[in-house]
Each structure stands twice: as C-alpha cells, then as structure tokens.
C-alpha cells in the first residue's frame, strides 16, 4: 500500500500499533503522550540538528513518542498528524491539561504579574496553556510564569476571520517549515490562520490542496474570487484578501507579503510553480 511518510509512523524497526497488518515492522507500539514544553520546536526528517526541517511543533501541543535514543525522540504531532523527530529536550510529562490558548500572535512570559519585570519566554499563536489562577490582568500558567490574560482565550474560541489572522504576519520572515511570527512558509501561515478560526487543516500545501474547500474555476482573468479563498500551485499557497489582492509567505521576498493575485500568477507560472493548479473555497 501506498503511505505518505509525512503522516504515518512506521519505519523499518518500529511503527504504530494502529498500523499492525497494514505495513511491516519489527515491533509496534502504542508509544507515550507528552507535550511541547518550549515555545516551538523544529520536526526533522531525520534525528539530526542538520536534517531537513518539515515543520514546528508549538508550546502545549500534543505528541505521541514512539521512541526516544541519544536525544532525540521520534513523534507524530496531535494536531495535523505529522511524524518526525523532536529533541527531547523539548518534550516534557502531558501533565495538567490545556485550559486556554494563545490569540495574541506573540506574548511574554513574566515571572509575576508584572510587565515591568524581565520577560522569562514568550508563546506564539495558538499555544495551548494550563491557566491556574488569575490576579488583576495576568493568568498564572501551570508550568510556571506569568501572561497577559487578554492573550488569552478558550479552548473553544475561534476567530472570525482566518484572512485578518493572516494579515496579522505581514513582513514575517520567510522561513521553511515555519508555524511562527519569528518565522513562517506559505502552508505554514494558512494552516495557523486556519487553526486560529476552528478549521482543522493540514499541514502542507498539497495536502490543503486536496483535503480542504470546494474547488473555484480558474478563469483567465482571475475574476470571481472573494475573501478566504485559497490559490494553490504546485508548493504554494496563498489567501485571497478580495478579489484582487492576496497574502502569501513566499521566497521570492523572503517575507510574508500582500500582491495583485495576477501579478504573483504571472511570476510564479512564468517561475518553478508553474500555472494555479486549484482555488479552493471553504
């Protein structure tokens, strides 16, 4: 059977239990729930500070370790299922659960409820948090330190419009594998703007390509598009912020950059992407 390596653990010595009688392995396992205890993590292809990064795991996200060796531990993410390898060092007990999120695109850990006090770490969007207690405009956070509580949100809140969360990482630096205002690639900032409005979306762009919207037709002159649409190319993905202009995190400038869809198209099919290969609506 076919398998995308992306998603699905299972190398040669070990693999998921889940997949007994689907592939071959030499043992399986159920493997042991932790989370990300620093503010994000790169996931490598292979167990080495050197190998390609796919993607990041962020504070308070959930992760399966199947196996741990010399620092490294290999993990599929809870939240888009993406199977790679983790420092160890990263990952810590599950402990209490997640109370709240992050809605601001970046904030501070103190360590007490002041801001005049030299910030300990920060957490970026969408990190999920363990509140404890609150005292005037600050949330304790079970793991230690203090954040601004408007931060904050529920579990349970979504944001109206993914296109505005997008806009929010104007002049970010591009960065492969990215999921962070620090840094973020074009599959990165969708899946995050996504994920901050309640829409569960994977992780790169072919796989939102396929698995997300309904599909738009591709005119000649591009017309017909609204808010929130998505435009793909073969490793590309961007959102409509009207009909004309859209968002995107692209190499070209290195930065997360707002153009005419028709000037980025005639660059990008005229480049290595070729032509639009799919618009999708949610």
Not at 77 to 82: A, F
Not at 167 to 186: Q, V
Not at 190 to 215: F, H, N, V, W, Y
């Amino acid at each position: 059977m076919s398998l995308d390596r992306r998603i699905t653990p299972v190398r040669a010595d070990l693999a998921d239990e889940r997949l007994r009688g689907q592939v071959e392995a030499e043992r399986f396992t159920t493997g042991t729930v932790k989370r990300v205890i620093t503010t994000f993590s790169p996931l490598h292809r292979h167990p080495s500070r050197e190998a390609p990064v796919d993607t990041q795991a962020i504070f308070g996200e959930s992760v399966t370790v199947y196996d741990e060796h010399e620092g490294w531990a290999w993990v599929q993410l809870h939240e888009d299922g993406y199977v790679g390898y983790l420092p160890s060092e990263a990952l810590g007990e599950a402990g209490a659960e997640p109370t709240h999120k992050v809605r601001a695109i970046r904030t501070f850990i103190y360590p007490g409820p002041n801001p005049k006090l030299p910030y300990q770490s920060y957490l970026t969007l969408n990190s999920k948090v363990s509140v404890t207690e609150t005292e005037g405009d600050y949330a304790r956070l079970a793991t230690g330190g203090w954040v601004f509580a408007a931060h904050l949100s529920g579990l349970d809140a979504v944001e109206a419009d993914y296109v505005a969360i997008a806009e929010r990482f104007l002049h970010t630096p591009y960065l492969w594998g990215g999921k962070t205002s620090l840094g973020i690639d074009c599959s990165g900032l969708a899946q995050t703007a996504l994920t901050a409005a309640g829409i569960k979306a994977p992780r790169d762009s072919d796989m939102q390509e396929r698995e997300l919207g309904t599909a738009v037709d591709v005119t000649p002159s591009l017309s017909g598009l609204q808010r929130g649409d998505l435009v793909f190319w073969k490793g590309h993905v961007g959102l409509m912020m009207d009909e004309t202009n859209f968002i995107h995190a692209t190499g070209h400038s290195m930065t997360v950059m707002i153009e005419p869809l028709a000037v980025a198209e005639q660059r990008i099919r005229l480049g290595s992407y070729g032509p639009i290969s799919a618009i999708k609506r949610l």
